[in-house]
T-cell receptor
Framework: DTGVSQDPRHKITKRGQNVTFRCDPISEHNRLYWYRQTLGQGPEFLTYFQNEAQLEKSRLLSDRFSAERPKGSFSTLEIQRTEQGDSAMYLC????????????FGSGTQLSVL | KNQVEQSPQSLIILEGKNCTLQCNYTVSPFSNLRWYKQDTGRGPVSLTIMTFSENTKSNGRYTATLDADTKQSSLHITASQLSDSASYICVVSRFGDDKIIFGKGTRLHILP
C-alpha cells in the first residue's frame, strides 16, 4: 500500500496518560499535515511540516501537544497529560509542494480519553 | 474572515435520486476549491478541484460548479448509490500562503 498510513487506528487511554501517534506519508511527498476532527465537524488544522521543518502550528496546539518529523519522512504527534477533550480523530495528510496541491489523507487515529 | 460554510448540515435521500450540496466561502485571495468525500472512519478523499477560471468539473456521477464572483460552489450527485453515503467536505485554498480552510461538511445518507 503506497498511501498514507497511520498507527494505531484506535487508542484508548486514561486521562493524564501520554500518547504518541505515527504517520507515514506517501514517500515522495514533502509536506505533512496533522488535523484533528470531532464528530460532525470538518478537520481542524494542527500543524504542518515541509520536509523536516515545522512551518506552522495552530493555536489549537497547546503546549501538551508536540509533533516531530525528524528525517523529513514519518512524523509523530505526542499528546502529554491527555484530557477528555482530546478525544477525537487525528488525521495525517501528505502532499507534494506544488500549485493546487492535493492532500492525501490517512485513515486516522481515533483517540478516546476515559 | 476566511471561512467556508456548507449546507445543508445533513441530507437524506432515496437511492437513485439526485442531490446538490452547497458551499459558500469568504476565503481571499482565492486559489482553488476542492470537494472531498469522507467515508465513516476513513480519511477524506479528493473528488474534484476547481480553480478561478473553471466553472464546472465532473468526476463520474459527481459534478462540481464554481461561481468565483459570488464565491459559491455546489456538488451535484446524480443517480445516487448507497456507497455515496458519506460526509462531503468543501475545502478552499488561499492564494499566496497556501492556507487550506475546511468546511464542516454535509453528511449525506442514501436510503435503499
Amino acid at each position: 500500500d503506497t498511501g498514507v498510513s497511520q498507527d494505531p487506528r484506535h487508542k484508548i487511554t486514561k486521562r493524564g496518560q501520554n500518547v504518541t501517534f505515527r504517520c507515514d506519508p506517501i514517500s515522495e511527498h514533502n509536506r505533512l499535515y496533522w488535523y484533528r476532527q470531532t464528530l460532525g465537524q470538518g478537520p481542524e488544522f494542527l500543524t504542518y511540516f515541509q520536509n523536516e521543518a515545522q512551518l506552522e502550528k495552530s493555536r489549537l496546539l497547546s503546549d501538551r501537544f508536540s509533533a516531530e518529523r525528524p528525517k523529513g519522512s514519518f512524523s509523530t504527534l505526542e499528546i502529554q497529560r491527555t484530557e477528555q477533550g482530546d478525544s477525537a480523530m487525528y488525521l495525517c495528510a501528505s502532499s507534494l509542494l506544488q500549485t493546487n496541491e492535493k492532500l492525501f489523507f490517512g485513515s486516522g487515529t481515533q483517540l478516546s480519553v476515559l | 474572515k476566511n471561512q467556508v460554510e456548507q449546507s445543508p448540515q445533513s441530507l437524506i435521500i432515496l437511492e437513485g435520486k439526485n442531490c446538490t450540496l452547497q458551499c459558500n466561502y469568504t476565503v481571499s485571495p482565492f486559489s482553488n476549491l476542492r470537494w472531498y468525500k469522507q467515508d465513516t472512519g476513513r480519511g477524506p478523499v479528493s473528488l474534484t478541484i476547481m480553480t478561478f477560471s473553471e466553472n464546472t468539473k465532473s468526476n463520474g456521477r459527481y459534478t462540481a460548479t464554481l461561481d468565483a464572483d459570488t464565491k459559491q460552489s455546489s456538488l451535484h450527485i446524480t443517480a445516487s448509490q448507497l456507497s455515496d453515503s458519506a460526509s462531503y467536505i468543501c475545502v478552499v485554498s488561499r492564494f499566496g500562503d497556501d492556507k487550506i480552510i475546511f468546511g464542516k461538511g454535509t453528511r449525506l445518507h442514501i436510503l435503499p
